[in-house]
């Protein structure tokens, strides 16, 4: 099939950038969103040109690397996939695609379409953990059931990938599903409770100090999460917040 | 207030708490104004009541007024946030895609409530000052009704009406089902919230409209 | 023993590694302050290992290529954890852990290392535990278990099919929190591009900032690294895209001795490659050969019918299949493990029975296991007389219960529905049992610099059991390396930082100026990823699941023409002080080409088959592995003398004290 790119280019943070238009020939239904750029990047390498970078690694929608605004969507079209496993298929022949960086001012872009998302990193840092020591004699795995319909849904927040794709997603650029799915992974095992109230105001504290927009549950988020991540743990983290500032 | 406002998740509750109470504002007006219609008699006692009740007037009128603007305000002051939140926009941006018209704008059809509320309260509450305060005129409990048929002579203003409250109706939509999610209510009751948002927000908006089209084809001629 | 000195403590195997903690030197907390450290990697093990020495009181640093620790390739394991829990009360012990793990290595690792490894595994649940990991659990709140291929007992812990994630996630967060605490300073989006040794020791690295492309200088008194594996030498492979094997590489060009390059573990069922665009494989799990039964034609013509598209593998008559692992190892049957079954479907494709256009495929059919199931649900749920869609229907849903997420998975990627056509899987390549040699404190032969997880060679032999690889990388992060090394930090203790404006760290920064500017400065005839693949091809066909001497030696010639070409006509656009993914490549490709003829000349002095490493001439008449214990039973660590092909061989030989050698039979 062919088809018509619209890419974004951007030379490195301080220039601006713009959407660059290419042709792309050849290419198949099997090949995945990522591999349609490899052709198009050894295209580019071969008549001596910069290839479009992007950030990708795993290539099987776990390691949360890749990104992209495709068609004004995260990850593309396709329903809980990344980009490196929305397939080719997806699209027709001629059809022009916009491909855009992930975008938020808490997100800002390092080159083309790769963007620097380490605010996720400092909201983990600020609270996302459980302060226990590697000592090798913490109680036994075995010492403290857990319901295992807690334990399910502890599980379904923690397979976040952190992506980012809500807050590509969000209207508001709001990172709220991010963050309430590591405070609700926590929240719901007793492990967790402990440092419960430090954890979520700290958590929250850093998701606002990075500049991340505000919650307005239009749900975009939970529809454009490639790994299906619920609204739900939002709520609870909004039921952990006031509980917390209740407490103190 | 400044406390009210230190996290997002703090604003987020101010605007549901004020919203929900606003929420609970619309339907008291709307059973008094539906009186109107089908008991004009009580509605004008109802009216001198919250006209001239010293609770209503000195507590009741300010908590909403607060209310108001509170809503209207953080409303305000979180769409400039978020706007700045993306400071550079997408070229292309499929928002139908995964949420819905109602909730991507709240600021447009709260922006329409909140200017139909200016002529609103020129045609109600400025009045009443003017008469109360200003031309210090004598109570009258029996003049309510007529006053406000009166207002809905015009056909201009009453589209202008009729409009604010499909729009008000959008708003609602959202808004009333979404304060519960942000009050940390999302569970087994979630769909029935939504189901009772919705007809809320079809029910109550298209009472109003039904109350100003009526007044506007039967009005009072002496 | 030569030069190698595997430190392995004296005493009965049981009591080695606690008699060893009791003996090594401590740092007490006040000089663990005084006394940094860096940690190359930021998966299982050196997340892990960077968490708990921060936690002890060292300063750490951390460096990892990706943007984030959280992303490091640990996160692509789906099975499980093996720990010696015994919870199901099967009889499990640390011991079974140790010697099935010996065992299903073809006896080809250390005893005492091993061992180690099974004692510590339970621990390792508790501490994730502790840590919030999601494990799976039973209605009655405790964890749950599922059993793996090579083993008589059920000893996998598992979160879903996303273990290696939630595993990573762990450490991740106990990183997080030393972060939080200042203990460590994380180096994202850094790669390290040389090994520092002062007077002999590891005294620090040289990282290239892969957003400003500025070459960086840091010391430490010692350098764990923990880069993973070099599956991606054979570019297709279930590796992420950045895998590489640079870091180590540049430790073994500084002096670390690099082990058993040619064991490599080529996973059974993976999905095929679809065509020449292909950039990598997804893996299936493993716990599909269950219920799957694999299957190619039995002639030829309804092979080439099939992959012409003329033919439906539905429309073949159940006596036209050649259920292949079934006939050759009717015990195991489709249950054998992972080298006997990639082999086999191999040399089926080889014959020309594969079932896709490239004819590197073969069938793992569900639609016996569908009926099966569906009968066994009609019997329980009292439906007499079921008819046949009824039995179709009840049985997909118990599939779909089992294996949901990988039909889904599958279904997205080949646009197939494996409910009504059967699965296609080809082998690809996924672990590499080798690396950086280490000795029993996983101490390299560079003072000072530690090598963890699948980065070094130590635990599973010539073949890796399912389930072990996160088990590994966490023993020795959380439970080995904080220890082991604190014996030689104890001497460290009045060194004082180390100042980095030494001439050692000057020369090291130079060195690595001048590579990246011959690698900008190559003919731009060819693309990275062109050399890339040509070598992966070399690889796959010569020194892949099947090698012989002829091949490998081509191999060995081959490769080393081809960083000749690489060297001098690699194209690199761009410029080098920036972000630049196409000469972060190339530094990867070029050791590549360097570690790939280490990998066939390592392979082709192995003249034996055994685990991973099968060679054609070094066979049973039926076609079976022949292991040579006489000859063979050592540890192949080479040493760096220039050109690959002047690696100079040392042998660790392996003594068996506790375990009988025996050959594995499937049949």
Same mark, same amino acid.
């Given at each position: 099939?062919?088809?018509?790119? =619209? ?8 220039? =601006? ?7 792309? =020939? ?205 609204? =739900? ?16 | ?50 006209? /001239? ?68 309260? /020129? ?65 087994? /009751? ?9 007809? /809320? ?22 | ?28 907390? +006040? ?32 460096? @990892? #290529? ?20 015994? #919870? ?39 501490? @994730? ?121 540049? +430790? ?9 390059? @040619? ?59 050649? #259920? ?106 996924? #672990? ?16 000072? @610099? ?109 490769? +080393? ?28 490709? +070029? ?77």
């Amino acid at each position: 099939m062919k088809l018509n790119l =619209k890419i974004w280019r951007q030379k490195d943070a301080k220039t =601006k950038g713009e959407l660059v238009d290419y042709t792309l =020939k050849g290419i198949e239904g099997d090949m995945s969103f990522l591999e349609m750029l490899d052709v198009l990047n050894e295209q580019l390498i071969n008549k001596g040109e910069e290839p479009v970078q992007f950030d990708h690694d795993c290539r099987e929608g776990i390691c949360g690397a890749c990104s992209l605004q495709i068609n004004g969507e995260p990850h593309g079209p396709d329903r809980l996939v990344t980009t490196c496993q929305l397939h080719m298929r997806k699209f027709n022949d001629g059809d022009t695609i916009v491909i855009e960086p992930f975008r938020a001012t808490a997100f800002p872009v390092i080159t083309d379409l790769v963007v620097d998302r380490s605010a996720f990193d400092r909201i983990q840092q600020a609270g996302g953990y459980i302060s226990v020591n590697t000592s090798g004699n913490t109680v036994d795995a075995n010492a403290i059931p857990i319901n295992k319909h807690d334990a399910d849904e502890a599980m379904d927040a923690a397979t976040c990938i952190g992506c980012g794709a809500c807050v590509a997603a969000c209207k508001n650029a709001s990172a709220m599903l991010f963050t309430s799915a590591k405070v609700s992974q926590f929240a719901l095992l007793p492990q967790g409770r402990v440092e419960a109230v430090d954890r979520v105001q700290n958590m929250v504290r850093q998701m606002d100090l990075e500049g991340f927009g505000n919650c307005t549950n239009t749900g975009a988020c939970e529809v454009e999460c490639p790994k299906g991540i619920s609204l =739900k743990n939002i709520a609870r983290m909004n039921r952990e917040y006031l509980s917390a500032s209740v407490k103190g | 207030m400044s406390g009210l406002t230190k996290s997002s998740i703090a604003r987020k509750v101010v605007m549901a708490l004020s919203g929900l109470f606003l929420v609970f504002f619309l339907l008291q007006h709307f059973i008094i104004n539906i009186t109107s219609v089908i008991a004009p008699d009580t509605f004008n006692e109802w009216s001198h009541f919250m006209g /001239y009740n010293g609770l209503v007037q000195y507590i009741l009128q300010p908590v909403l007024i607060a209310g108001v603007i509170v809503h209207f305000a953080m409303g305000i002051a979180l769409e400039i946030k978020n706007n700045k939140a993306r400071a550079i926009k997408y070229k292309q941006y499929k928002g139908s895609a995964n949420a819905s018209w109602m909730s991507r704008n709240m600021i447009i059809t709260g922006l329409v409530v909140l200017a139909f509320l200016g002529l609103h309260l /020129y045609d109600f509450w400025i009045h009443e000052i003017t008469y109360k305060y200003i031309e210090v005129s004598p109570e009258d409990p029996t003049r309510y009704l007529e006053e406000t048929v009166h207002k809905f002579e015009p056909f201009a203003r009453t589209i202008i009406y009729v409009i604010s409250f499909v729009l008000l109706s959008l708003h609602l939509w959202h808004g009333f089902a979404s304060s519960f999610q942000t009050m940390g209510v999302n569970n087994k /009751y979630s769909a029935g919230i939504q189901t009772f948002t919705k007809i /809320y927000a079809i029910v109550i908006p298209l009472g109003f409209i039904f109350i100003a089209l009526y007044h506007h084809f039967n009005p009072i001629t002496h | 023993m030569g030069i190698l000195d595997s430190k392995v403590p004296k005493g009965p195997l049981a009591n080695k590694w606690t008699q060893h903690k009791n003996d090594i030197n401590l740092v007490n907390p +006040a000089n663990k302050r005084n006394i940094d450290i860096i940690v190359v990697g930021t998966g299982l093990a050196g997340g892990s290992a960077a968490a708990t020495l921060a936690e002890l009181g060292y300063n750490v640093k951390t460096f @990892c #290529y990706q943007d984030s620790p959280r992303r490091a390739h640990s996160i692509a394991a789906q099975g499980g954890i093996n720990a010696a829990k015994n #919870y199901q009360g099967d009889g499990d012990s640390a011991y079974r852990l140790f010697y099935d793990t010996i065992k299903g290595g073809d006896y080809r690792s250390r005893e005492a290392n091993v061992y180690r490894l099974a004692e510590e595994s339970a621990n390792i649940i508790d501490q @994730c535990v502790a840590q919030g990991v999601p494990f799976a659990r039973e209605y009655g709140g405790l964890l749950d278990n599922r059993s793996f291929g090579g083993v008589l007992v059920s000893r996998t812990f598992y979160a879903k099919g996303q273990t290696g994630q939630q595993l990573l996630l762990g450490a991740y967060a106990a990183m997080n929190r030393q972060i939080n605490r200042g203990k460590i300073k994380a180096y994202n989006r850094h790669e390290m591009m040389d090994l520092v040794l002062v007077d002999g020791k590891a005294r620090g690295i040289i990282a290239r900032n892969l957003v400003t492309g500025e070459i960086e200088r840091h010391s430490a008194h010692a350098v764990v690294l923990a880069t993973g594996g070099y599956g991606n030498v054979f570019f297709l492979s279930t590796n992420a895209m950045g895998s590489n094997v640079m870091a180590a590489w540049r +430790a073994h060009r500084r002096g670390a001795f690099f082990a058993n390059p @040619c064991f490599t573990q080529i996973h059974p069922t993976c999905i095929p490659v679809s065509g020449d665009h292909q950039s990598k494989l997804t893996l299936m799990s493993e716990s599909l050969r269950n219920d799957g039964r694999i299957w190619v034609p039995k002639r030829i013509d309804d092979a080439i019918a099939i992959r012409e598209g003329r033919l439906k593998p539905v429309q073949l008559k159940e006596e036209d299949r050649d #259920y292949y692992l079934e006939r050759r190892y009717p015990a195991f049957g489709n249950l054998v493990p992972r080298d006997v079954a990639s082999r086999a479907a191999k040399e089926r494709c080889d014959a020309g029975f594969g079932v896709n256009k490239t004819g590197e495929a073969v069938y793992l059919d569900f639609a016996s296991a569908i009926q099966r199931y569906g009968k066994e649900e009609a019997l329980t749920h009292g439906i007499k007389n079921p008819d046949e869609k009824e039995i179709t229907r009840l049985g997909k849903k118990v599939i779909e219960a089992k294996y949901g997420n990988l039909f889904q998975m599958y279904e997205k990627i080949v646009d197939e529905n494996p409910y009504e056509t059967p699965m296609m899987i080809y082998p690809a390549v996924h #672990y590499t049992m080798g690396g950086l040699w280490v000795d029993y404190n996983l101490q390299t032969t560079i003072e000072g @610099c530690y090598c963890a997880g699948e980065a070094n060679f130590s635990d599973h032999g010539a073949n890796r059991l399912g389930a072990s690889a996160l088990m590994q990388g966490l023993a020795d992060g959380y439970f080995v390396l904080p220890y082991t090394i604190g014996d030689y930090l104890s001497k460290d203790i009045r060194t004082g930082a180390i100042p980095t404006d030494l001439p050692e760290f000057e020369a090291s920064e130079a060195a690595v100026k001048e590579r990246l500017q011959k690698l900008m400065s190559g003919s731009g005839q060819h693309s990275v990823d062109y050399y890339h693949k040509k070598l992966g091809k070399i690889m796959w066909d010569k020194c892949g699941m099947a090698r012989n001497a002829k091949g490998l030696q081509e191999a060995i010639v081959e490769i +080393a023409a081809l960083r000749a070409d690489f060297w001098e006509n690699v194209k690199i656009p761009g410029k080098a002080d920036g972000m630049n993914q196409e000469l972060e490549k190339a530094g990867r490709v +070029a050791d590549f080409l360097e570690l790939g003829e280490l990998f066939a000349k390592d392979a082709l002095t192995r003249n034996e088959s055994c685990g991973g490493h099968f060679r054609e001439e070094y066979q049973t008449p039926e076609g079976e592995a022949l292991r040579d214990d006489e000859n063979f039973k050592f540890v192949s660590a080479w040493e760096y003398k220039g050109e690959p092909k002047d690696a100079v061989l040392h042998k660790e030989e392996l003594v068996y004290e506790n375990i009988e050698l025996k050959t594995r039979s499937y049949k």
